[in-house]
């Protein structure tokens, strides 16, 4: 069970502060059951609502500083996502996303990103539905990552290519 003032990791909307646990104020819905109220860091002015005890499947502990960096140092090794056809793209992105797991947010960051590039190079654009999860799990990783590494979500892309690259 988290607290109030603890920091969790949201499957859609990356790093989130709970700011309360209670009941929802809403008409026809069980006064009894508790719910976390959560803020995301990167967009304050929203509010998540996760079932105490039936919806903290959708939610982790932010990794640590120490963890952040080997993480970003295995790039190189983790393997792209597996698509078999243009076909599964879509629910193969998707359940990557639904994972809520880091290792499972760079591999489709690595994927899209390579095939961005890769269609770049043949003079074609990146896809829209390539983009879309891109900028979904950049958002989803990012916000972790800034937290953990005590920087602006912002410069992590610059952070992580400048590491990659010493």
Partial sequence: MYNVGDYVVHKVD????????????????????????LIPTLSPASKIYVAVGTGESSLRDPVTHDEALALIDSIPELPELSVDNEKTRQNTYNQALAQNDVKELFRLIKTTYSRKQDRLSKGRTATSMDEHFLKSAQHALFSELSYALGMESDSMDEFIEKRLNK
């Fill in 14 to 37: 990356g790093l989130c502060q709970i700011s309360e646990i209670s009941s929802l104020d809403i008409p026809d819905v069980d006064q009894t059951k508790q719910y976390y109220f």
